[in-house]
């Protein structure tokens, strides 16, 4: 309901100007002292100067607000898994592009489409960089296009992370087991132990590539070095020492047939 006000100005009216007067429905609206036609109280409006300063004011509050929520200290990642704190991919849907993606590379690797085979290890590495084995297949597709110097730091990568980062939880079941998703296997009791021998195939095929590496770069003692030590943790492929073409530089040589006749 409206509210009304007597703007008598003679001065003859008590209520002019300082009582808002309400007016039941249907009444005319006069004074009731002084009979003059009542006009209705309009609001005041608010002083510029006022509307300015609450702006300001939630302009600061906003602005504080951000200020806190952009310098939260991020939550702490979980505990990483020995030495070098490595985070699992717990992500059930991340684990599938990851297997996706080097199963699509080992495909193309077997086609002969070292690019394409490379383009699709990378990926893999990006959602996991201590995947087991991954480094060691983007250097074996690097060595088909020719890029040693890349395939050799992808080579002492895998090298450094076996040695540095699984080796020392070799022995734990329960933090290999939490690593076990890098294998295509269900039988939970087994995880351990075929990641196991997974990190200790993986370490010795390493050594192996890196002798094809250096024989490949006529680097004669360091592929002959790498051949022994591939040769010292379980390597044991004659058909491959007899007829890979990657060993052909040393393969003449006295030291190569002295370690090959060391193999048991």
Same mark, same amino acid.
């Given at each position: 309901m409206p509210k009304y006000q007597c703007v008598n100005e003679t001065g003859e009216c008590s209520?002019?100007?300082?009582?808002?007067?309400?007016?039941?429905?249907?009444?005319?609206?006069?004074c009731e002292e002084c009979g003059r036609e009542l006009e209705i109280v309009k609001p005041k409006p608010i002083p510029t100067k006022i509307i300015l300063s609450v702006v300001g004011l939630l302009v600061v509050v906003v602005a504080t607000l951000l200020l806190i929520?952009?310098?939260?200290?991020?939550?702490?990642?979980?505990?990483?898994?020995?030495?070098?704190? %490595? $985070?699992?991919?717990?992500?059930? &849907?991340?684990? !599938?592009?990851?297997?996706?993606?080097?199963?699509?590379g080992m495909k193309y690797a077997a086609e002969n489409k070292p690019e394409d085979a490379l383009s699709e290890f990378r990926q893999g590495l990006e959602i996991d960089k201590n995947f087991l084995g991954l480094n060691q297949n983007i250097a074996a597709a690097l060595m088909l296009l020719g890029k040693y110097e890349e395939a050799e730091s992808s080579l002492n990568k895998e090298i450094d992370l076996i040695d540095d980062c699984f080796k020392p939880?070799?022995?734990?079941?329960?933090?290999?087991?939490?690593?076990?998703?890098?294998?295509?296997?269900?039988?939970?009791?087994?995880?351990?132990?075929?990641?196991?021998?997974?990190?200790?195939?993986?370490?010795?095929?390493?050594?192996?590539?890196?002798?094809?590496?250096?024989? %490949? $770069?006529?680097?004669?003692?360091? &592929?002959?070095? !790498?051949?022994?030590?591939?040769?010292?943790?379980?390597?044991?492929?004659r058909k491959a020492l007899d007829s890979d073409p990657n060993l052909s530089f040393i393969r003449t040589s006295a030291e190569f047939k002295k370690i090959l006749s060391e193999i048991k």
């Open positions: 209520l002019a100007y300082n009582k808002k007067i309400k007016i039941e429905e249907g009444k005319e609206p006069k929520l952009m310098n939260k200290p991020d939550e702490p990642p979980p505990p990483g898994i020995g030495p070098c704190k %490595l $985070q699992p991919v717990a992500d059930a &849907a991340a684990v !599938a592009r990851l297997r996706k993606h080097i199963e699509q939880i070799i022995k734990d079941d329960e933090d290999i087991a939490k690593l076990a998703y890098m294998l295509d296997i269900e039988h939970v009791g087994s995880k351990a132990k075929v990641f196991r021998e997974r990190i200790t195939t993986t370490r010795r095929l390493t050594a192996y590539n890196q002798a094809c590496l250096y024989s %490949l $770069q006529k680097q004669k003692e360091p &592929a002959l070095d !790498a051949l022994r030590e591939a040769i010292d943790l379980g390597f044991d492929d």
